[in-house]
């Protein structure tokens, strides 16, 4: 007999990934004989770099596979530590490196390391659709801010001053953005982290995709801080620029005084990261892997700047060219009023897969595609051509 109200309550705030559906379609019809272009999901089309795979396979011929401390491999810390020192003259106390299963393990740390029933977190609209999933799971509140292209659909310091209410604990901003590829400028990083400071609030920056920025260098929200700023977090990972999606490897750089609580959690909730994955991200910072990213970069940006033009050819409006990681947020309304049916029908007609706004909050998603353009040109040409057909 199944009782009455078998899920938690707040399992009806849960909202479900709409991508990993589409993308389930996507599959389906491949294994149908269907020729399908993904444009859909965020994970970049490139192997691992052979330097990690390399590390990876030697730790696994040694056989020393055991658990690593909670707050992750000794090791890999100091050399998380030694990067943001080296790339950025960032100097990161290794105590306060803390490495995750994925991102998303690091998010869930700081989480609910801080954020309680009642407590409030504030964050842009459109935005990655998982981080307000955090907060509800912890049940917390949403402060969801709608954004547009006069921010480059960023939070501004501005913005975070009208908006900050009595129950806001943190604010969690993205540089560059999932969906838009948008960055904050330094400058105003600096107002923000000010601000937020004055506020007595936690400011949670992620910077996943910090290394995949074009035409200019790449920056670190710490570079705007010092040794005594205790409310700066820094979530990041080895997905995206480091490319080890299914490794399922991130890091944050927490204050010292969340250290014990982000300890005490990850070793209830997960023990600790994948000891493989570890070792082998130790060759991530290495200069021959450096060397094959920042390739891959330079083909990413080729990529970028072959879509952009033939996006608006096609209709599609892109306010803000965007400055980093791998997407395009369109402005598909030229075509629909209704994004999820588009994408639902150009998949069927075109076998070309594409996200809608749908997944990424509630600020005229039925206006908003995101194209990912983690596939070579030619495939992106081809997917053009299709998508003329019918557009």
């Keep these: 007999m199944v009782t009455k109200n078998t899920l938690a309550a707040r399992m009806e705030n849960i909202k479900p990934f709409h991508v990993m559906s589409l ?10 004989g269907r020729d399908i272009i993904h444009l859909e999901v965020g994970e ?3 192997n691992t770099p052979q330097p990690i795979l390399d590390a990876g396979i030697e730790a696994l011929k040694e056989g020393d596979i055991h658990y690593t401390p909670s707050l992750g491999l000794p090791e890999l810390r100091q050399a998380i530590a030694d990067f943001y ?4 003259s960032v100097d990161v106390p290794v105590s306060r490196v803390v490495v995750t299963p994925g991102a998303s393990g690091a998010l869930l740390l700081i989480i609910g390391s801080l954020i309680g029933r009642g407590d409030a977190v504030m964050l842009a609209d459109p935005g990655y659709p998982c981080n307000q999933n955090f907060v509800r799971f912890v049940e917390g509140d949403i402060q969801s801010i709608a954004v547009d292209e006069s921010s480059g659909y960023q939070l501004t310091a501005e913005l975070i001053e009208q908006n900050w209410q009595e129950n806001t604990r943190a604010v969690l901003i993205a540089s560059p953005a999932n969906p838009t590829g948008t960055l904050i400028c330094d400058d105003e990083m600096k107002k923000i982290i000010h601000l937020v400071k004055e506020k007595q609030g936690y400011l949670i920056v992620d910077e996943i995709y910090q290394g995949l920025v074009y035409e200019i260098e790449s920056s670190c929200a710490l570079s705007h801080t010092d040794s005594r700023q205790d409310h700066v977090i820094i979530i990041n990972s080895f997905s995206k620029y480091f490319q080890m999606t299914v490794w399922r490897l991130g890091w944050s750089i927490v204050p010292e ?5 982000c300890d005490h959690l990850a070793q209830n909730l997960f023990l600790a990261a994948p000891t493989t994955a570890q070792k082998a991200a130790l060759a991530a910072f290495k200069p021959e892997t450096i060397d094959i990213l920042e390739q891959r970069r ?7 700047d072959y879509l952009y033009p033939q996006l608006l050819e096609l209709g599609f409006k892109i306010p803000v060219k965007p400055q980093g990681a791998f997407y395009f947020y369109c402005d598909c309304s030229a075509h629909t009023d209704n994004s999820m049916e588009l994408a639902q029908s150009l998949l069927e007609q075109t076998g070309v897969a594409i996200t809608p706004g749908i997944d990424f909050g509630n600020n005229h998603p039925e206006r908003y595609m995101r194209f ?6 030619d495939i992106l040409a081809q997917a053009v051509r299709r998508l003329r057909t019918v557009l």
């Design 298 to 304: 330079s083909i990413f940006q080729e990529r970028r």
């Design 257 to 261: 005084q969340l250290i014990q609580a």
């Design 23 to 32: 993308l389930g379609q996507a599959r389906a019809m491949e294994q149908q």
């Design 372 to 377: 990912s353009y983690t596939r070579d040109v």
């Design 44 to 46: 970049p089309d490139f």
């Design 85 to 88: 020192q080296r790339r950025f």
